[in-house]
């Protein structure tokens, strides 16, 4: 069957919900341009010309994913007002609500949500797009943050980068929780952490 034309948006929009859904169900390496431009009703040449590669389309997937993480913690509040105990626990209910690729499952062993993607080398423009995103937004929110309260003496680009690592690694205690009880001692903890790490008052 030939494949339809539609708006170049609409085309956009179809590869990657058509990429989000085979990446998910059968992993990065077991999915070509042909599988997605099936599944999106487009043409395989459409994908190249909007996305330039695969990868590409896997790095635009984990840029949208942080975007959408960036929209949940900022809900309501100017960028300005935001502290950790606002931002981390809509960080751990916008993960846990929107699971990157379906099946998958949480391999506590190594305290982290595994998946056929998350397992996968080739997966990684996904998590360094993501990254990307959220981590530059770390450091706009807490350029402003820190005007606002009058400190000073943090350098920006360190402490955002160590800020991503703890949340990330949060994120994965959480999802690995045994009880709610242990849920929340660890959301508790890491809010008081990243407190304490930019310059909030102790409670």
């Given at each position: 069957m030939r494949a339809r034309r539609y708006d170049p948006a609409e085309t956009k929009a179809r590869v990657l919900a058509a990429a989000h859904m085979l990446f998910s169900r059968q992993g990065f390496a077991a999915t070509g341009t042909a599988d997605i431009a099936r599944e999106a009703d487009v043409s395989e040449g459409s994908i190249f010309y909007h996305f330039g590669s695969k990868k590409a389309l896997l790095a635009e997937l984990g840029r949208r994913h942080g975007e959408a993480m960036i929209e949940a913690m900022e809900e309501g509040y100017a960028l300005e007002d935001l502290e950790p105990g606002i931002t981390i626990p809509r960080v751990l209910r916008f993960v846990r609500d929107n699971m990157i690729w379906e099946g998958m499952e949480a391999d506590c062993a190594d305290c982290g949500p595994k998946s056929k993607m998350a397992q996968t080398p080739e997966a990684e423009p996904f998590y360094h797009a993501a990254k990307e995103v959220t981590t530059d937004w770390i450091k706009r929110h807490m350029t402003v943050a820190l005007a606002k309260r009058g400190v000073?003496?943090?350098?920006?680009?360190?402490?955002?980068?160590?800020?991503?690592?703890?949340?990330?690694?949060?994120?994965?205690?959480w999802l690995c929780a045994g009880n709610q009880d242990e849920a929340d001692r660890i959301e508790r903890e890491t809010v008081r952490f990243i407190r304490a790490a930019s310059g909030y008052p102790a409670d």
């Open positions: 000073t003496g943090i350098e920006i680009d360190l402490a955002a980068s160590f800020t991503h690592h703890v949340v990330g690694d949060a994120i994965d205690r």
